[in-house]
């Protein structure tokens, strides 16, 4: 009998709040964190892909990826932030900034500790979501941005 060899490692992540779940996204993905600036509606566009704003003189899509997982849309807080990423689409890189409620802190999860979302008791869209990590004592959401934005 042959024992699944587990690789640890250590990825660094930037935690944020979107609606009531922890995602960490990918801090080699992450451009800047900016305080929300005016949108702009694109008419006939996917409802989680429907604004654009303007970033540091680039027109650049913004995403509330709410409605993929099942959230009702929020009004911006104090806490509100806009996380520009850049993100590979069909094998071209895409800068896009994501709708953050609250944006915690740069960390580091054990991908080892990685686990598949249960089939049930979760509302989550499995197809969005690469894995599940623990982090400190919560568990937090690796989402498959790429899935998420297509």
Known sequence: MQVANLQVTNLQVVKVRIG????ALDA?????????????????????????VNVRGNVVPLADIRERFGMKPEPATPDTRFVVIEVEIAGDPVI???????????????TGTAQQVPKVGTSWRPEYIKS????????VILPDVERILN
């Open 20 to 23: 009531s779940e922890t995602f």
């Open 28 to 52: 080699g993905m992450v451009r800047e964190i900016i305080d929300p600036i005016p949108t702009t509606r694109v008419a006939g566009a996917r409802s989680h892909l429907d604004r654009v």
């Open 96 to 110: 896009v900034a994501l709708v953050a409620d609250k944006v915690f802190e740069v960390t580091e999860v054990q």
């Open 132 to 139: 599940i990590v623990k982090s400190g004592d919560e568990f």
